[in-house]
């Protein structure tokens, strides 16, 4: 890891300690472990490649050396961000993510509900959001975004659960992962004093990918629903009109947004 140049391209972002890794099993790991010592708000956690990175379920996220930008930022919530729903956070790094595709490299990112990135529907993106607890008292919540950069960040298709891609796939020319760090970790702090804003769910919305299209929400092997995705509504949920005409709404849980057929 290029230490020099990434304190270089982060002067001026709203990390306040940085732990930058060649190879690590994973940064959201090392960013709980971080939290129960003294981890300041807004510190971050970086490396060149992941042996353990992770998604949801423990499922594997695969993260090959310098082709993708795998990290975590940790949050010590203040008191009056205690009081935002936590099922924003994972779309606060969606909306960052993607406000930084589109407007440092003119792509046309999508947010897979609840909380992957998409470019032309093949995920570029995944996020995974988890909080330090000691008993019912919040010590920090870790948000970890990885980003398929280079080809070579894609994993074999034989453990792809959804089609991926990579950034530079879009923009034709080479992308400087630490000044795209920069960019979303300052996208981050935007939308984090935007949490109980209208236009965090407005924005979110109209980045939306599938809406309008019919959509099958699985809970599980034998449980799911099939709707039109008609938006989200002010807490994050997902709306979905079924068949019936009967409007559904789905809370962020263990469930998975795949295009109906
Ligand atoms: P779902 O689509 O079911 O909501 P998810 O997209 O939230 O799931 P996770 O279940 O959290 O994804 O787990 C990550 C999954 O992403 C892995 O199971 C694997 O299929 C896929 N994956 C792993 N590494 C990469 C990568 N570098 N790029 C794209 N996809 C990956
Ligand atoms: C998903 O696809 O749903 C989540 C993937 C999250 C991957 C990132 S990479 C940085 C951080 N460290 C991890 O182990 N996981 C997250």
Known sequence: MNKVALHRALMHSPVSQIRAFTSIGSTNDEALQWI???APDF???????????????????????EASLAFSVIFRPTRSELAAPSALYAPLCGLAVCQTLRESLGLNPKIKWPNDILLEQQKCCGILVEAS??????????MGIGINITAQAIPPDAIL???????????????????????ITSA???WRSHMDSREFIETWQKQL?????????????????????????GLGNLVLREVSGKITTVEVGDVSLRLED
């Open 36 to 38: 129960d010592e003294d």
């Open 43 to 65: 510190a971050l956690v970086i490396a060149d490649q992941q042996t353990k990175g992770r998604g949801r379920l423990n499922r594997a996220w695969i993260t090959q050396p």
């Open 133 to 142: 607890w000691t008993g019912v008292q919040l010590n920090g919540i870790v």
């Open 161 to 183: 659960r959804f089609p991926a891609t990579w950034v530079e796939k879009y923009t034709r020319q080479p992308v400087e992962r630490f000044n795209l760090l920069a960019q």
């Open 188 to 190: 981050m702090q935007f």
């Open 209 to 233: 990918a599938f809406r309008g299209e019919t959509v099958r929400i699985v809970q599980n092997e034998k449980t799911s629903i099939i709707g039109i995705e008609e938006g989200i509504d």
